[in-house]
């Protein structure tokens, strides 16, 4: 049996048609909270949003890319217009690509940024009037421990979510008088499709190094992005970035 922690908060979950995504929003549905499930891909989305609807969720797919300006303004004016506002956003699309940064073409280098840090931004910047508006509001932001250690062949990647990182601390100085309150979520390495697209030795390598030993699993990930979206639960992280990684950083 589920709490119902989160019932009655209408949440935006980008990136929310698998892997992480995916579990918070089903995390969130068991939770209690109203859905709005924005993914590039909407059938994959509409998928997951079954689940959410046989949790008890009223849950919207919204199909669309979010590093593209008007797309993210869609997504939150899609959950205002829905529900009547907007007290959550998970900022979790991304993509993941592998290249060593002297053979890194720039247009790589262009696309990393604008899925996995501009989207960020804009989805953010949308969504904060409205929640500075009722002074209550969680903005969580999924970035990587990659983002703090770096990561062989993933410059760009770890670049990107070191940019999450710093993003996320500096909007949380800016909205939490508000009562908004803005933190990131690191995971290590996932069992999702996104880590599919990495090579099986890199995959082999990272995983030996690890601590556990073993990479996460996205279900494994979703109870922090509860966690911070919860009253009180959540209350008092403000600018903090937690680690469900396997060991692999130790802050």
């Known amino acids: 049996m589920h709490t119902k922690i989160l019932e009655g908060r209408r949440a935006v979950v980008t990136g929310a048609g698998s892997g992480i995504g995916a579990a918070i ?7 209690g909270a109203d859905l709005l499930l924005a993914d590039l891909d909407d059938t994959r989305a509409e998928a997951v ?23 993210a303004g869609q997504a939150i004016d899609g959950c205002v ?10 900022n979790n699309a991304g993509i993941l690509t592998q290249s060593l940064c ?23 910047r949308r969504a904060v009037p409205h929640m500075a508006a009722q002074r209550w509001g969680r903005i969580i932001n999924v970035a990587s421990q990659l983002g703090i250690k770096g990561g062989v062949e993933l410059s760009h990647y770890a670049a990107a979510k070191a940019g999450v990182i710093g993003f996320t601390k500096s909007l949380a100085l800016e909205v939490a008088p508000a009562n908004v309150l803005v ?6 390495p996932i069992e999702t499709p996104l880590v599919d697209a990495i ?27 509860v966690l911070l ?3 009180p639960g959540g209350n008092l992280y403000v600018g903090q970035v937690l680690g469900p990684n396997s060991g692999d950083v130790m802050p």
């Open 102 to 124: 002297a053979d890194m073409p720039a247009a790589m280098w262009d696309d990393m940024l604008r899925v996995d840090l501009r989207s960020v931004f804009l989805c953010s």
């Open 49 to 71: 949003a079954v689940r959410c609807r046989e949790a008890g969720a009223r849950t919207l797919v919204q199909a669309g890319d979010v590093s593209n300006e008007a797309a």
């Open 199 to 225: 090579s099986d030795s890199w995959k082999a390598q990272k995983a030996a190094g690890l601590p556990l030993g073993r990479f996460g699993l996205p279900e494994e990930v979703a109870p922090s992005a």
């Open 183 to 188: 933190n990131a979520i690191a995971p290590g």
């Open 81 to 90: 217009d829905a529900y009547g506002g907007i007290d959550i956003l998970v």
């Open 229 to 231: 979206a919860s009253d």
């Open 25 to 31: 929003a089903l995390a969130y549905a068991r939770a």
